[in-house]
């Protein structure tokens, strides 16, 4: 691996092979003249860098790289295979991937191949390969990217022989024999026992969606769909390095409710993750932000290769960014992590899928569109900003495990009815991402890491519907708390093993003691039910609010937890609904309902206070983030604090210590001002 890139990049997506070569000049030179100092180009120019079979053209590109390097543009590149050429389908259709229908998906968007086709494969390592040893020796690029928005649209997942074949294979190299599969997978049930892996298939929908698949199968399936795609990426990753060992790689994740896979295990075979932000509001942004950067080990600095700065083709009702909220979303991206920002695009395309996809530019061009005012006038300011923090890192005192795999168990991408008993329920949606917005709103950093981490560091540790009790998860979690860590866990905690079958033992299945209560019985809520939750009737505590639950409630059976909150207003009123354990030196709580943000914050104001981690009562849409870089002397860190604020209305933030303020050097303590769409970046020297 070649580590991480460095330094501070912004720039615009460029595509050289829409326009006229005439038009180039004035193009990147827009982009110079806004401070831009990085260009992302050639993902999608397959049939431009290679016309036909092994017919390489790459002087068009030279020459447009070579402009860049004239106006001092470094250079993010990404791989072209996400657009298969039309010659290389039209040689060989079976490229095209098999959707859940037994249909073979049609050439004419993109992401149209299955990962298990040797002829793509081989194609789009002939393509990588070539381009990588023409472009060798060149200095300009800082970064690779490897294809585009992997598993996009559910791209992961091809259902053609080849990859039945594949899976079968697969599933040999895990369990070595059917009898073991047999028994893993559960086929007795319902007559579905194989004698040989040519029995073997691809979970398809059964009976019109009405009866539900193997859900051992499924999950099975998901990983195998995983590890091929983390697989294909790891192969040009691979190839890339062969000729750039110093050129970091990486591949431009999409936001995570639209793809699927195991983002840890693809970190392993690149070099830094990034993602594309098209997030709406910077509550969404920060997730994706904090789940991107906790893929890899470690706090290390991402990317954003492509940047929301117009309207997208693809969505509807997204309103017009509104003056300084591009400025505003580039602040939030350095805030969390990302050292390099990509806005998407420079030119609106005049053809072709997107051509409603706005860009920098005008039509024709020209520089006079308000978009480009805004830059004009920030970049400069975001550059210094950039440029001071890059390299530094986020040191959450908070984390949420969040495992991808146990999302898959709770509630399955794939189209196969009947999961689980509510149909209702999302992992992400209900059991995820409240409580990191709570946090977010409580100005409270936090790193999302699968499954398997070191927690000792952490002070509070939130386990997010983590069904699936492995021995990874049960050590983890017992040794974080006996070791004096504050467990938060939800519903769904530890319900079945491996293959998604139900574990035969009491849940939280091998936690009963940490979390000292078993849960009895799951009832589930209809859509827009809710459930009361109150303190116990003389606990004697501060008075806190009623928490309002919904879609599940877990019927708890104490043993030696006490309880924090209780159900009030369903048939089992009365009976404990958050429960709290001191286990070793540190104490589990089991959150036995689904609760939206609100309710969930007003928890963790609590909980941060027993462990002394400082919360802020932030107002709506204001964010603040902190990252942590060398200090100018070797017993310091310097701490940057971002009070970001994405609303509409002039915020007044109070911290607590003395600050300076990054740009103007102004000396500042208690309330910091900051107007709408802007933030205000804040420094000061720590003892290490
Ligand atoms: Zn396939």
Redesign the pocket.
Same mark, same amino acid.
């Given at each position: 691996m070649t580590g991480q890139p460095k330094g501070f990049h912004i720039g615009a997506s460029y595509y050289p092979e829409h326009w006229p070569q005439e038009r180039w000049e004035r193009d990147l030179g827009a982009m110079t003249d806004l401070g831009f100092t990085a260009v992302r180009m050639l993902e999608f120019a397959w049939s431009r860098l290679e016309p036909r079979p092994g017919e390489y053209r790459f002087d068009w590109f030279d020459r447009a790289a070579d402009l860049c390097e004239t106006f001092g543009l470094s250079m993010m590149l990404g791989t072209p295979t996400a657009a298969p050429p039309v010659w290389l389908i039209s040689a060989y259709p079976d490229i095209l991937?098999?959707g859940p229908d037994g249909l073979r998906r049609q050439p004419g968007g993109r992401r149209h191949y $299955? &990962?298990?086709?040797e002829r793509y494969r081989a194609a789009a390592r002939g393509v990588v390969e070539q381009l990588a040893n023409h472009l060798a020796g060149r200095t300009d690029i800082v970064a690779w990217q490897v294809d585009n928005e992997v598993g996009a649209y559910r791209s992961t997942f $091809?259902?053609?022989? &080849? $990859?039945e074949a594949a899976f079968r294979r697969w599933l040999e190299a895990r369990y070595h024999d059917v009898a073991t599969l047999n028994q893993r997978w559960g086929t007795v049930f319902w007559s579905q026992e194989v004698r040989g892996w040519d029995e073997v298939q691809i979970p398809r929908p059964a009976m019109n969606g009405w009866t539900g698949s193997n859900k051992s199968a499924l999950l099975d399936f998901w990983r195998f769909s995983s590890d091929a795609l983390a697989d294909f990426v790891g192969d040009q990753a691979d190839a890339l390095r062969e000729w750039f060992p110093q050129v970091p790689v990486t591949t431009n994740w999409t936001s995570l409710t639209t793809a699927a896979f195991d983002r840890e295990v693809m970190a392993k075979r690149i070099d830094f993750t990034s993602w594309d932000n098209y997030e709406l509001d910077l509550y969404g942004a920060s997730f994706n932000h904090d789940v991107v950067r906790g893929a890899k080990h470690g706090s290390q600095p991402t990317w954003t290769p492509e940047q929301r700065c117009a309207p997208p083709d693809n969505r509807q009702h997204v309103p017009l960014l509104r003056e300084g909220e591009v400025t505003t979303m580039t602040l939030h991206n350095i805030a969390c992590g990302s050292d390099a920002t990509i806005y998407f695009r420079l030119e609106q395309a005049l053809f072709g899928a997107e051509n409603a996809h706005g860009g920098i530019l005008d039509r024709s061009g020209g520089t006079d569109t308000r978009i480009y005012r805004e830059l004009a006038s920030s970049v400069p300011r975001l550059r210094q900003i950039g440029d001071a923090v890059a390299g530094s890192q986020v040191r959450a005192r908070v984390a949420i495990v969040y495992d991808t795999t146990a999302g898959v168990a709770i509630t399955s991408p794939l189209p196969h009815l009947v999961k689980k008993r509510s149909q209702l329920l999302s992992h992400l949606e209900h059991l995820v991402r409240p409580y990191h917005r709570a946090l977010q709103s409580l100005g409270v950093d936090v790193d999302v890491i699968p499954c398997g981490r070191d927690l000792a560091h952490y002070d509070v540790v939130i386990l997010a519907g983590q069904v699936i009790a492995s021995g990874d998860l049960a050590t983890s979690v017992r040794k974080y708390v006996a070791g004096g860590g504050c467990l938060v866990a939800t519903p769904f905690t530890a319900h079945v093993d491996d293959n998604d079958n139900l574990v035969a033992a009491a849940v939280p299945a091998g936690l009963t003691d940490v979390f000292g209560l078993s849960v009895t019985d799951q009832d589930f809520l209809a859509d827009g039910e809710t459930v009361v939750l109150a303190r116990p009737v003389g606990a004697g505590e501060a008075p806190v609010p009623d928490l309002q639950g919904v879609l599940c409630c877990d019927l708890l059976r104490l043993a030696g937890a006490e309880v924090k909150f209780e159900y009030r207003n369903r048939w089992y009123a009365g009976t404990p609904a958050i429960a709290s354990h001191t286990y070793g030196r540190g104490t589990a709580m089991y959150v036995g309902t689904a609760l939206d943000h609100v309710a969930v914050r007003s928890l963790l104001t609590e909980v941060l206070a027993e462990r002394d981690v400082e919360w802020h009562d932030l107002p709506p849409d204001v964010h603040l983030r902190r990252r942590f870089g060398p200090g100018s002397g070797p017993p310091e860190v310097t701490e940057y604090v971002f009070v970001v604020n994405g609303g509409e209305v002039e915020q007044t933030v109070t911290l607590q210590g003395r600050y300076r303020d990054l740009l103007t050097g102004e000396e500042l303590d208690g309330a910091i001002g900051v107007k709408a769409r802007d933030a205000v970046v804040l420094c000061r020297a720590l003892p290490r």
């Open positions: 991937p098999v $299955c &990962l298990h086709n $091809c259902y053609c022989d &080849l $990859c």
